[in-house]
């Protein structure tokens, strides 16, 4: 097969193969790392439609990760695809009212994190050992609260790596917390930081950027990377799952032959949507991209008006892995507007980290026509989860709430008519309160794992295993520093001195 190569949306250095890029994670100048093209999708949508969700993650890899050998990305996806998912659909569809939920929740930590990071460890010691690294690997991450755990849960005593998890120790949610610093492995770090999730975010990216650390790091055996969805080895393992979806709704009956599904993905850091952008260039029938935020409504002003800005009041909501003004990888989306052209993207990045602004000429904006950008605040979150529970008897956790509410609003708003899927991203036994305190509100006074119960009750499904786990596990991480601190804490944790 022909070599797919990566290049930074930043345009300095080499190509590198796919290996390369997941093992590197950020680019050296700061870039993300992009497929010189998209691939169109060899095998039909028919053929799609009898395949298990390990067959179809094949099908999308093979052709992303063309350095990696057929046994290699198998060896991965079988290690990530198993019995750690409570089904073996791994992510199945439910219909409610006339939306199509895609559940990708069944995994170990029981949010959308873990399609990707449960093979993300994988494909990073096949890339390590083909790549010749022999050097420990140590995974740098900045959470909003699921990421973390769907880390930790994927690298816990994976050999050759550590792994460090900075969370804002205000803004996630108890149990995401709880999941987090009960973690265990020899090889893990979690450390919580006295600021919000862009804090977070910022720290780590300047701990990649800092060439005397790289070098001292080096020195003592270590060298960094990401398991953020800046990591191209992130992006691509979420494809499948639009491939997935579409192919079964196909099958289903659902849909007629090349019929468009319209997609509404709650959005954070804009790595699921961009994965279903990805979809739609590979071949599969989508129509519109609706990105459905939460208060933090950076995205919904950006597509409505083509400014980009991130000066603004950060508010923490119901929805935490959507609390996130600087959106990481719509710089791939920039990259791809921009025509490719790497200093023109660079300029807009570097526009951005100065002022916080920057503004798409038309005719770039044209070219955004694929997506729709919504929004919904805190009334409109909850009213999602009651109304949808009252006419459906299905509940959302807040953050698919959030999508819920959009995706129906973007229906009234256009009188777009196409069968639509709603990305279901967390289990709602994650946000125990926030749901039933919308269904009902005097379940909020009582403590969040009786919460578990209560929610267990009403929904008739059993508490899952990610759940159970925490309620008596002893909690094994209690750092908590300033967002100055975060190298220092690195180092520590590496054992590699600090000059003061
Ligand atoms: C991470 C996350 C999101 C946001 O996804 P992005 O890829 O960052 O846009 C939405 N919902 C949940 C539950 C998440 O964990």
Excluded: W
Excluded at 50 to 74: G, H, I, N, R, W
Excluded at 358 to 370: A, S
Aim: net charge negative; glycine share 8%.
């Amino acid at each position: 097969m022909e070599q797919l190569f990566y290049r930074s949306t930043r345009g300095a250095g080499e190509p590198v193969t796919a290996s390369q890029a997941i093992l590197q994670g950020l680019a050296r100048d700061g870039g993300l790392y992009v497929p010189e093209r998209i691939p169109r999708l060899e095998n039909t949508l028919e053929e799609l439609a009898e395949m298990s969700y390990p067959e179809t993650a094949y099908a999308v890899m093979k052709q992303f990760f063309t350095d990696f050998t057929e046994e290699e990305l198998k060896g991965c996806i079988a290690k990530a695809y198993d019995s750690k998912f409570d089904t073996p659909e791994i992510a199945p569809l439910r219909k409610a009212e006339d939306l199509f939920y895609l559940e990708l929740f069944h995994g170990a930590t029981i949010a959308f994190k873990d399609m990707a990071l449960s093979i993300l460890p994988h494909l990073m010691t096949v890339s390590a050992r083909k790549n010749g690294v022999k050097n420990e690997i140590v995974i740098l991450t900045a959470t909003s609260g699921d990421t973390g755990k769907a880390a930790l849960a994927g690298f816990a005593d994976v050999e050759g790596t550590r792994i460090v998890v900075f969370y804002p120790k205000d803004g996630v949610s108890l149990i995401q917390e709880k999941q987090m610093v009960t973690q265990k492995g020899a090889n893990t770090l979690v450390v919580g930081i006295r600021g919000n999730f862009d804090d977070a975010q910022s720290g780590v990216k300047a701990m990649f950027g800092d060439r005397a650390l790289e070098q001292k790091l080096q020195a003592a055996g270590f060298q960094f990377s990401s398991a953020n969805s800046i990591n191209i080895g992130r992006l691509v393992p979420q494809v499948a799952y639009y491939v997935y979806a579409y192919a079964k709704l196909r099958k289903q009956g659902e849909l007629g032959p090349g019929e468009t599904l319209n997609v509404t993905v709650p959005t954070g850091n804009f790595g699921n949507i961009l994965a279903a952008y990805y979809a739609k260039a590979m071949g599969v029938p989508l129509g519109k991209l609706v990105c459905a935020s939460n208060e933090n409504k950076v995205l919904f002003d950006f597509f409505r008006t083509g400014t980009y800005d991130r000066n603004r009041e950060f508010i923490l909501t119901s929805s935490p892995s959507m609390d996130i003004l600087v959106s990481s990888n719509l710089e791939r989306l920039i990259y791809q507007v921009a025509g490719q052209d790497p200093q023109r993207n660079a300029a807009f990045m570097e526009q951005l980290n100065r002022t916080g602004v920057y503004t798409l000429p038309e005719e770039m904006r044209g070219r955004l026509q694929d997506f729709y950008g919504g929004y919904t605040d805190e009334a409109g979150t909850a009213e999602a989860i009651r109304q949808v529970y009252q006419a459906a008897g299905y509940i959302l956790d807040p953050h698919t709430a959030v999508a819920a509410h959009v995706a129906k609003a973007y229906r009234q708003e256009t009188g777009d008519t196409a069968k639509m899927l709603v990305v279901s991203t967390a289990s709602p036994y994650k946000f125990t309160r926030s749901v039933l305190s919308a269904i009902q509100p005097e379940y909020g006074r009582q403590e969040d794992f009786a919460l578990a119960d209560a929610l267990s009750q009403l929904s008739g499904i059993p508490i899952p295993r990610a759940i159970e786990d925490i309620r008596s596990a002893p909690v094994l991480h209690r750092t908590v520093c300033e967002k100055e601190e975060m190298p220092k804490v690195v180092k520590g944790f590496l054992g590699v001195k600090s000059e003061s």
